[in-house]
């Protein structure tokens, strides 16, 4: 019987992928990808609504607080998505 070895790198880039994935709303995409998991897709379903759940958060604290305004301005100049 064979052994197969798995390598960290790969099973990082791997969930490396399905995270950025789901990070940039495509969860979609990732779900089919992960049609034999129903574990996982449950998950990934979790995070994109989590996400969103963090856009709007973030989007009315910035509203208000415009001092979080600035800071998240400051950041997303400095780390382009």
């Known amino acids: 019987m064979p052994r197969y070895i ?5 099973l990082d880039k791997f969930l490396g992928g399905v995270l950025g ?9 990732v779900v089919k990808l992960l049609a034999k998991d129903p574990v996982l897709q449950k998950l ?6 989590d996400r969103g759940e963090m ?10 607080d415009p ?4 800071e998240l301005d400051a950041w997303r100049k400095s780390n382009p998505i």
Request: aromatic share 2%.
């Open 6 to 10: 798995v390598k960290e790198g790969i």
């Open 21 to 29: 994935a789901i990070g940039k709303g495509s969860a979609k995409r």
């Open 44 to 49: 990934a379903k979790d995070i994109d609504r």
């Open 55 to 64: 856009a709007k958060r973030i989007a009315s604290k910035a509203k208000k």
């Open 67 to 70: 001092e979080y305004a600035k």
